[in-house]
């Protein structure tokens, strides 16, 4: 799936949606940042902060994002990164984030679906695995994803396994 053939598929959107560029991690990371501790932090202890801290900003996941193993899309509103998603593994959603400002606008939505779509038809995969975070387990309920097992914590960060046949 091409940059050109997302936006098309997408068109009737305000937004565009496309594989994030090199010069896009940084505003991107800040973007997940700022809403994970707006949103999400609550949920966990301070052990749990540091964790996605490090992890968004970790040098072996940038060289992966580089060198195209660790893929990631972005949503724009024009020129401002309004929504991220990541993946991993072929078929493991690693991150998905949407600015405040757009939240219940379809943007988490369509970025899930369009890497749902890469993940089927690229990466021949049948089965999207996420490990949620408390504050996001209704969103992939409702959007055909059930959960494997209970919540889980490792590191201070609690998530609950889900997956969703394609």
């Not at 809403?35 to 968004?56: A, L, N, V, W």
């Not at 059930?146 to 609690?158: F, L, P």
Request: charged share 30%; net charge neutral; no cysteine.
């Amino acid at each position: 799936m091409g940059d050109d053939e997302i936006i098309k598929l997408f068109k009737e959107t305000p937004y565009d949606y496309r594989w994030a560029r090199k010069e896009e991690w940084k505003p991107a990371m800040m973007m997940v940042w700022k809403t994970f501790m707006k949103f999400e932090s609550p949920d966990y202890s301070q052990e749990g902060i540091r964790e996605f801290f490090e992890f968004i900003t970790d040098d072996d996941i940038y060289r992966a994002f580089l060198n195209g193993t660790y893929r990631m899309m972005v949503a724009l509103d024009g020129d401002r990164i309004i929504g991220v998603a990541s993946l991993r593994n072929r078929n493991i959603l690693s991150l998905l984030f949407v600015d405040e400002q757009y939240h219940r606008k379809g943007v988490g939505s369509v970025l899930l679906e369009l890497l749902g779509s890469y993940v089927k038809d690229t990466n021949k995969e049948f089965i999207f695995h996420v490990k949620a975070a408390p504050y996001a387990v209704a969103f992939y309920r409702n959007r055909g994803f059930r959960a494997t097992s209970d919540e889980q914590e490792k590191g201070g960060i609690r998530v609950t396994p889900m997956e969703k046949v394609l």
